[in-house]
């Protein structure tokens, strides 16, 4: 019975006040202090970086006040200038603050180096399905007397080239092999 009393007492009223506009005014100084520390209003569109060289990229954030981190180098891509932006994060139209970074991935000055595997005594079909897959372009079939088919060397630019050395992948290889006639 004494609770009942309690809550329909002047005293519980006043609390009950005191409490709402406590929180109200609190509710109203986080509101206004996570505004001024948090730049609430302020938003700067991120550009297109797409295809720019990293000092040109470099210019253009530092006029608007953001930062950049190159994340890494993706796969050659010949569309895309050497050293180049290929892709970034966030993306162009986005909106962000001040001094916030943009996460970057450049283009590669070259295609990978790839090693050429031992193809000497394989079969014409094995070393094109092996060297294709590995970023090889087949380019000529060369013929010396031997086994029909069988791989026996491999050239690139004019040049033999040894299995266990290195070539730029997309390189053209063309196939040394037997034409039938061991004779």
């Known amino acids: 019975m004494n609770f009942f009393r309690f809550l329909i007492s002047k005293s519980f009223f006043i609390q009950i006040g005191i409490a709402t506009i406590s929180l109200s005014l609190l509710i109203i100084i986080i509101k206004w202090w996570l505004g001024f520390t948090t730049n609430h209003e302020q938003k700067i569109q991120v550009p297109n970086l797409n295809k720019m060289s990293l000092s040109n990229v470099e210019t253009t954030l530092k006029e608007l006040n953001l930062d950049f981190l190159v994340i890494d180098s993706a796969s050659y891509n010949p569309k895309y200038p050497k050293q180049s932006v290929i892709e970034q994060t966030p993306v ?36 094109i399905t092996q060297l294709q897959s590995i970023g090889f372009k087949i380019g000529k079939f060369l013929y010396i007397r031997d086994y029909k088919d069988v791989i026996r060397g491999l050239k690139s630019n004019g040049k033999k080239v040894k299995s266990g050395s290195k070539l730029e992948k997309n390189a053209v290889i063309d196939l040394i092999m037997g034409n039938g006639k061991r004779q």
Do not use: C
């Open 92 to 127: 162009s139209g986005s909106f962000v603050k001040e001094k916030r970074k943009i996460y970057l991935t450049l283009n590669p000055s070259k295609y990978r180096d790839i090693t050429i595997p031992d193809l000497n005594g394989q079969s014409k079909r094995q070393a």
